[in-house]
Nanobody, 121 residues
Framework: VQLQASGGGLVQAGGSLRLSCIAS????????MAWFRQIPGKEREFVAA????????YYGPIVKGRFTISRDNAKNTLYLQMSALKPEDSAVYYC???????????????WGQGTLVTVSS
């Protein structure tokens, strides 16, 4: 499985951005998908995940209510809609695929290359 994340960029605080992650295989629909983020020198942080079957979503506490994860199985694409962005949301955002939707990064077998989000104050 190959994952290609895109959509990062520079945005002002309070603004919005949508990240996309395209998967290379048709099995995308049977995998749990997630977004993580990482700041240099810090551990990778869970942002959101969505189950493979019923599409149940999970969010990290610091983004809940501001970010929305979704997927389009027909397009093999995962999305992360980010709103009310804060400077502390600045990070490299990674998409990931695995068997189960979990908060632990070790639960995911495949990772995208990351896309940089910078939120200016």
């Amino acid at each position: 499985v190959q994952l290609q994340a895109s959509g990062g960029g520079l945005v002002q605080a309070g603004g919005s951005l949508r990240l996309s992650c395209i998967a290379s295989e048709r099995a995308f629909s049977v995998r749990a998908m997630a977004w993580f983020r990482q700041i240099p020198g810090k551990e990778r942080e869970f942002v959101a995940a969505q189950t493979r079957g019923d599409g149940v979503t999970y969010y990290g506490p610091i983004v809940k209510g501001r970010f929305t994860i979704s997927r389009d199985n027909a397009k093999n694409t995962l999305y992360l809609q980010m709103s009310a962005l804060k400077p502390e949301d600045s990070a490299v955002y990674y998409c990931a695929a695995g068997a189960l939707a979990r908060e632990a990064a070790s639960s995911y077998d495949y990772w995208g290359q990351g896309t940089l989000v910078t939120v200016s104050s």
